[in-house]
T-cell receptor
Framework: DGGITQSPKYLFRKEGQNVTLSCEQN?????MYWYRQDPGQGLRLIYY???????QKGDIAEGYSVSREKKESFPLTVTSAQKNPTAFYLC?????????????FGPGTRLTVL | DAKTTQPPSMDCAEGRAANLPCNHS???????VYWYRQIHSQGPQYIIH?????ETNEMASLIITEDRKSSTLILPHATLRDTAVYYC?????????????WGAGTKLIIKP
């Protein structure tokens, strides 16, 4: 089965600690995205990568970092510089077909910083 | 970037058609309208997209007005499992990062 996996589903960390969220896809998609979602809100883009070894900041990149060493993997690190890290984090990859594109999402990781 | 406006919540009876409206009055000629839904605490799921013509797939139908300033997502026979937040999104033109701009969506509650 092709898809996107995120782990873990729930994550608890103490304030001041860095934490890395995993995102893996076996859909052979070039582009991958990280979003943050707060309660009752839509998704906000943190980082995106259109190709291996390249990534760009989204709207709320401060306090986050990413890497894209492999096509299948796009891990997100939430650093201690992120002032309000408790949120639901979603990873997506994009299939492009002609002039349209569709994003496919993982199940999400709910991060709680204590 | 074209923005969208959706009602914050709607109810629909199980078995009836659910019609979810979306306004996108500033949409440009090459921007597509996408619909996604998000069941509680899960990742969003793609439903359908369109440019000018009406579209239908196994999940839903998308009706876009002739002036493209609004659209309606139709779930023909709603079930309890269709309870979710539905997002109407206008795709940013290809020169950018293919970013989807997400609003707060419509919370659709299907009632037995």
């Amino acid at each position: 089965d092709g898809g996107i996996t995120q782990s873990p589903k729930y994550l608890f960390r103490k304030e001041g600690q860095n934490v890395t969220l995993s995102c893996e896809q076996n859909l052979n998609h070039d582009a991958m995205y990280w979003y943050r979602q707060d309660p009752g809100q839509g998704l906000r883009l943190i980082y995106y990568s259109q190709i291996v070894n390249d990534f760009q900041k989204g709207d709320i990149a401060e306090g986050y970092s990413v890497s894209r060493e492999k096509k299948e993997s796009f891990p997100l690190t939430v650093t201690s510089a992120q002032k309000n890290p408790t949120a639901f984090y979603l990873c997506a990859s994009r299939k492009s077909s002609g002039s349209t594109d569709t994003q496919y999402f993982g199940p999400g990781t709910r991060l709680t910083v204590l | 970037d074209a923005k969208t406006t959706q009602p914050p919540s709607m109810d629909c009876a199980e078995g009836r058609a659910a019609n979810l409206p979306c306004n996108h009055s500033t949409i440009s000629g090459n921007e597509y309208v996408y619909w996604y839904r998000q069941i509680h605490s899960q990742g969003p799921q793609y439903i359908i997209h369109g440019l000018k013509n009406n579209e239908t797939n196994e999940m839903a139908s998308l009706i876009i007005t002739e002036d493209r300033k609004s659209s309606t997502l139709i779930l023909p026979h709603a079930t309890l499992r269709d309870t979710a937040v539905y997002y109407c999104i206008v795709r940013v033109p290809p020169r950018s990062n293919y970013q989807l701009i997400w609003g707060a969506g419509t919370k659709l509650i299907i009632k037995p």
